[in-house]
């Protein structure tokens, strides 16, 4: 593992990603029944085998949990990102696409004739069905988790997710249906068929605007603010931009590799915008820049990465400042110690990685008790002070400040948190001191 992360270390700084993560991205590999959480730097957080082959996934937006459909099955599997493990599995009838709602309660599973299979996120218990009248092959959740959308080759439903009721629906004729999509408005809802992709009312379920470029969309995402709308063509090799009301295609790149799952990571809603797509034929994730459509981090995951989910992790471990501003009196003495406090909110125990500082060698950790494994509602505290050193020799003023970091992290950093360590002079500046190794 750590030759592994190394690995993508050297291609990540070499494309120059931003050397923080924002996003958890699970990529579900058919060819290896498994599925992998990866950050949106291309970190790898674990692989969980699964019983047999998956068809389909999706994963809570603020959880640390996927849930896999069994591909030509009847089983939905959860897995749990802390302990790459399989914790649940329930029966939802010949699974065919997973949908999570917004607000982390209920999975969807379009489960053909089935209808809609409704499962407590929670619980990973089965909690009802809805039959539609035609066999379901996808389903979407309104962006308030009120409304369900079933979809189908030959018609649509629109769901109360309270009642658990059909309240309208229309038959079409559609075939080979491919990637689906709802607008972060609710509004609309995106389907891809042999008609290429359609835009749908999702009041009236009338088809509002339709495109037909590069064949059927096997994969689509919308940008952050919803104005635009990505769509993977797997059989072209290409990835194309459209205005999301008229699907009027803004850019079209080449990405090859057979791309197929695509999704927004994190960094696209607040700093540099990628994407993340599965390329189904070279077994490889690649992170594309949203505004250009160009490649900027290719990271091997194996098997065919036919479907991939971002979730924006809650902040569950906190820290009590944002940073520490150090003084000192003399060069001899330094600063006397700070502390700064983290909590563990997630409500189970959290393990944590060593604590690091960086930057200047001059500030020390005193105390430490972030260690091991933090309980939930626990608190750990560690201490640092200054201590004003420089090679020796060499002339030091005593105005001169230091800056560093003290790193405290989840283990797999999942979570990491950075305090800010600043160590300066309290004293007026006098002529600088000579500073020697004893």
């Known amino acids: 593992m750590t030759l592994y992360r190394s690995f993508l270390l050297a291609i990540l700084t070499a494309t120059m990603l931003p050397l923080h993560a924002d996003a958890l991205v699970w990529v579900m590999s058919q060819g290896n029944h498994s599925v992998t959480l990866l950050d949106d730097l291309g970190w790898s957080y674990g692989t969980t085998s699964l019983p047999a082959m998956p068809g389909s996934m999706a994963a809570l937006n603020g959880g640390r949990k996927a849930f896999v459909a069994e591909a030509f099955g009847f089983r939905l599997w959860t897995v749990d990102a802390l302990t790459s493990a399989v914790t649940a599995t329930t029966s939802v009838g010949y699974a065919q696409h997973v949908a999570t709602s917004p607000d982390e309660s209920r999975v969807y599973v379009a489960s053909n004739s089935y209808g809609v299979v409704v499962v407590d996120a929670a619980t990973s218990n089965y909690v009802g069905q809805v039959f539609c009248g035609f066999d379901v092959k996808r389903v979407l959740v309104s962006p308030d988790s009120t409304r369900i959308y079933a979809i189908g080759e030959s018609g649509v439903a629109r769901i ?41 009312d999702t009041t009236t379920l009338a088809i509002r605007s339709e495109a ?101 992790e809650p902040t569950y471990f906190n820290q009590s400042t944002p940073s520490l501003d150090l003084t000192y009196q003399t060069l001899a003495a330094g600063s006397t110690a700070q502390s700064v406090t983290f909590s563990n909110t997630s409500g189970r125990p959290v393990p944590l990685a060593p604590v690091t500082v960086l930057g200047s060698p001059s500030f020390l950790v ?73």
Not at 161 to 190: E, F, H, K, P
Not at 426 to 432: A, E, K, N, Q, R
């Open 366 to 438: 005193t105390a430490n008790s972030c260690t091991g494994t933090l309980a939930a509602g626990g608190t750990c505290t560690v201490s640092v002070r200054c201590q004003p050193t420089a090679p020796p020799g060499t002339y030091m003023s005593t105005k001169q400040t230091f800056s560093g970091s003290l790193r405290v992290s989840t283990s797999p950093a999942l979570q990491v948190r950075s305090v800010g360590l600043k160590c300066r002079s309290s004293v007026p500046s006098f002529p600088g001191t000579a500073f020697s190794a004893n």
């Open 212 to 312: 037909l470029t590069n064949g059927i969309p096997s994969g689509l995402a919308f940008r952050n603010d919803g104005a635009v709308l990505f769509a993977t063509h797997s059989a072209a090799g290409r990835l194309t931009s459209a205005e999301s009301v008229a699907l009027i295609t803004l850019r079209s790149g080449t990405l090859g590799g057979a791309p197929g799952p695509i999704v927004e990571t994190k960094h696209g809603g607040s700093g540099a915008p990628y994407l993340a797509v599965g390329k189904t034929a070279t077994g490889e994730v690649a992170f594309v820049n949203q505004n250009t459509l160009a490649t900027v981090a290719t990271v091997p995951v194996g098997g065919q990465p036919t479907s991939i989910a971002a979730t924006w």
């Open 160 to 200: 109360d997710a309270a009642t658990r009721m059909m309240t309208a629906s229309r038959l079409w004729n559609r075939t080979q249906l491919g990637a689906t999509a709802i607008d972060r408005t609710g509004a609309r809802i995106y389907v891809a068929s042999q008609f290429g992709l359609e835009s749908l």
